[in-house]
Nanobody
Framework: QVPLVESGGGLVQPGGSLRLSCAASGSFYSIDIMGWYRQAPGNQREFVTSITSGGTTNYADSMEGRFTISRDNAKNTVYLQMNSLKPEDTAVYYC???????????????WGQGTQVTVSS
């Protein structure tokens, strides 16, 4: 198991910024990919961004340029810096990690419990 603990959500005005953090714990061999998804009320969970252990990033088109993902491999922590937030960014943001329990295992996904981000004046 790879417990993921998110923090940093909250209420922010349009145009404002927030920084989310997600720390992985537990016993694992490696975390290949860490990333963020979000789910707004009535919508399906959607991809936001991801980063590999080597630092390669990927963004959903609507977030690129406003959101920045980074990762501290030594701390098994991923960050999401969100700038120029819009009301449509309101959602529960979920941390995701694709990890291996040992060198021979198939990578599998793990999820955090989610953190609420609300953009409203």
């Amino acid at each position: 198991q790879v417990p993921l603990v998110e923090s940093g959500g909250g209420l922010v005005q349009p145009g404002g910024s927030l920084r989310l953090s997600c720390a992985a714990s537990g016993s694992f061999y490696s975390i290949d990919i860490m990333g963020w998804y979000r789910q707004a009320p009535g919508n399906q969970r959607e991809f936001v961004t991801s980063i590999t252990s080597g630092g390669t990033t990927n963004y959903a088109d609507s977030m690129e340029g406003r959101f920045t993902i980074s990762r501290d491999n030594a701390k098994n922590t991923v960050y999401l810096q969100m700038n120029s937030l819009k009301p449509e960014d309101t959602a529960v943001y979920y941390c995701n990690a694709v990890a291996r329990s040992n060198i021979w295992s198939t990578p599998r996904p793990y999820w955090g419990q989610g953190t609420q981000v609300t953009v409203s004046s």
